[in-house]
């Protein structure tokens, strides 16, 4: 049996909403342009189609006024419960990495958990040390936690 730990990396979150509204969050374009991506950084999106082989094609601008192209393709969808993806900057690119997105429910708060998995130690290497991506991840989480918190106090009213 393979071992990836060597080329992972998971980051945890817990939000307080229930599973249902976080999961949501991940299912309409309008809802991620509003907290997809680390601290600073916006969204435009060129196109959005959630289902089990579609794709979602965008570019993230960084705070520095560099743009990151990304695409992702969803792999597997079982809501309100698991995501998995591959992204990467374009379709078929190989160096694309798979991620797994799980949302557990606890009372009417929610656990995510966010498993990447790289092709390779160097390019998890490569994300980490180039690209933050472990605090990147850790901000995204913490952008949709407030994302999610704050609409949440929007339906109550």
């Known amino acids: 049996m393979e071992t990836t730990t060597d080329r992972e990396i998971v ?16 299912t309409e374009v309008r809802h991620l342009s509003r907290w997809w991506g680390p601290s600073g950084f916006t969204t435009t999106t ?15 601008h960084g705070p520095d006024g560099t743009d990151y192209p990304e695409w992702i393709t969803w792999t597997e969808i ?11 900057e374009y379709r078929d690119d190989p160096d694309a990495f798979e991620s797994v997105l799980t949302f ?22 490569e994300a ?20 999610v918190e704050e609409w949440v106090g929007e339906v109550v009213r």
């Open 11 to 26: 980051i945890s979150r817990v939000i307080d909403a229930p599973r249902e509204l976080v999961f949501e969050a991940f």
């Open 46 to 60: 060129s196109s959005f189609d959630f289902q089990v082989g579609g794709a979602w094609e965008f570019v993230m």
């Open 78 to 88: 079982l809501a309100p419960e698991r995501i998995a993806m591959l992204h990467g």
């Open 104 to 125: 557990g429910a606890e009372g009417e708060r929610t656990r995510i958990d966010m498993r990447t998995v790289f092709p390779t130690v160097e390019l998890r290497d």
């Open 128 to 147: 980490v040390e180039k690209y933050g991506a472990i605090e990147g991840g850790r901000q995204t989480l913490a952008n949709l936690a407030t994302f």
